[in-house]
């Protein structure tokens, strides 16, 4: 069980991350590893396709980072990890919200000599739903180090102002482009902080945080599974469905209202003790 403490709520305010030793054990390090190689393969265990596959065995460009989007809904051992009540409630927590949906998982694994992940807000891609806040939890599945290109952070870029989505995110000419412009915008000079932490450990960020990951110009992979959280009151925007990752998401509209099913954003942790009931259903399936 994964618990914050004030002065990590503090540092996080303060900088618009933190970094954490430990958010899984080992033994769930292990799974998790073995249902990416079955992913990428796609072995879709729950016979459910991921909602974003942008790279599998066969057809993959060997020189990219590869990506999957919500393969909790294709993988009951992944499922298992981003629907947790504790992360979810962390999440909570630092974004002082009233409760925590899934918004989207990412499944990254960037191999020896892969390529970068450009410099991004999240939440400029986020204009479907309102209020369109992101807080994420970024989970190491190996031991994460400056050359291998782990994730990077601007501290305190999250009182910037608000830019706009621009560029290529998979394997940009310059990783850091968009972020330095704002950072010329803003009139400062940003102050960028690597999270190395052991397998297992891994970081939160504000959806307003720049961030991105550079070249892995180490000998060893690197893994990590990110749950990327909205609050458990956020609907539909109705005016905005066709920006962002809107096109993607917004399938899962109902029809009469604006209504986020639970089905397809479960609700994690809520501080009155909901939590969507066939999360359990799913897992156990
Ligand atoms: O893991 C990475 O390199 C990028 C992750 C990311 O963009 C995110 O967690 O929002």
Same mark, same amino acid.
């Given at each position: 069980?994964?618990?914050?403490?004030?002065?990590?709520?503090?540092?996080?305010?303060?900088?618009?991350?933190?970094?954490? !030793?430990?958010?899984?054990?080992? !033994?769930?390090?292990?799974?998790?590893?073995?249902?990416?190689? +079955?992913? #990428?393969?796609?072995?879709?265990?729950?016979?459910?396709?991921? !909602?974003?596959?942008?790279?599998?065995?066969?057809?993959?460009?060997?020189? *990219?980072?590869?990506?999957?989007?919500?393969?909790?809904?294709?993988?009951?051992?992944?499922?298992?990890?981003?629907?947790?009540? !504790?992360?979810?409630?962390?999440?909570?927590?630092?974004?002082? @919200?009233? $409760?925590? *949906?899934?918004?989207?998982?990412?499944?990254?694994? +960037?191999?020896?000599?892969?390529?970068?992940?450009?410099?991004?807000?999240?939440?400029?891609?986020?204009?479907?739903?309102?209020?369109?806040?992101?807080?994420?939890?970024?989970?190491?599945?190996?031991?994460?180090?400056?050359?291998?290109?782990?994730?990077? #952070?601007?501290?305190?870029?999250? +009182? @910037?102002?608000?830019?706009?989505?621009?560029?290529?995110?998979?394997?940009?000419?310059?990783?850091?482009?968009?972020?330095?412009?704002?950072?010329?915008?803003?009139?400062?000079?940003?102050?960028?902080?690597?999270?190395?932490?052991?397998?297992?450990?891994?970081?939160?960020?504000?959806? @307003?945080?720049?961030?991105?990951?550079? #070249?892995?110009?180490?000998?060893?992979?690197?893994?990590?599974?990110?749950?990327? $959280?909205?609050?458990?009151?956020?609907?539909?925007?109705?005016?905005?469905?066709?920006?962002?990752?809107?096109?993607?998401?917004?399938?899962?509209?109902?029809?009469?209202?604006?209504?986020?099913?639970?089905?397809? #954003?479960?609700?994690?942790?809520?501080?009155?003790?909901?939590?969507?009931?066939?999360?359990?259903?799913?897992?156990?399936?």
């Amino acid at each position: 069980m994964f618990e914050l403490s004030q002065k990590q709520k503090l540092e996080f305010e303060e900088n618009g991350f933190l970094v954490v !030793d430990k958010l899984i054990d080992e !033994d769930t390090v292990e799974q998790l590893r073995e249902s990416f190689d +079955k992913l #990428f393969r796609g072995e879709f265990e729950t016979g459910i396709t991921p !909602d974003e596959v942008n790279w599998q065995e066969a057809t993959g460009d060997p020189t *990219r980072t590869r990506q999957i989007c919500n393969g909790w809904k294709a993988d009951r051992t992944i499922a298992t990890v981003v629907t947790r009540a !504790d992360i979810g409630k962390a999440v909570a927590t630092l974004g002082g @919200w009233p $409760g925590v *949906r899934v918004m989207i998982d990412n499944v990254i694994w +960037k191999p020896s000599q892969t390529r970068e992940l450009a410099y991004h807000q999240d939440n400029a891609y986020l204009a479907w739903y309102t209020p369109s806040e992101l807080l994420s939890c970024w989970i190491a599945l190996d031991d994460t180090s400056r050359e291998g290109g782990t994730l990077e #952070f601007v501290r305190g870029s999250h +009182k @910037w102002h608000h830019s706009k989505p621009e560029g290529e995110f998979h394997a940009p000419e310059d990783y850091k482009k968009y972020m330095h412009l704002a950072a010329e915008r803003e009139g400062v000079n940003p102050e960028i902080v690597h999270v190395e932490v052991p397998k297992g450990g891994g970081s939160f960020h504000h959806g @307003w945080t720049w961030h991105g990951s550079g #070249f892995n110009q180490s000998a060893h992979p690197r893994r990590s599974l990110v749950m990327h $959280g909205m609050r458990s009151d956020a609907e539909y925007d109705p005016a905005h469905l066709s920006e962002g990752t809107g096109p993607i998401y917004s399938r899962y509209k109902r029809l009469g209202d604006n209504a986020l099913d639970e089905n397809f #954003f479960p609700v994690t942790w809520r501080e009155d003790g909901y939590r969507t009931p066939e999360i359990q259903k799913f897992l156990l399936q």
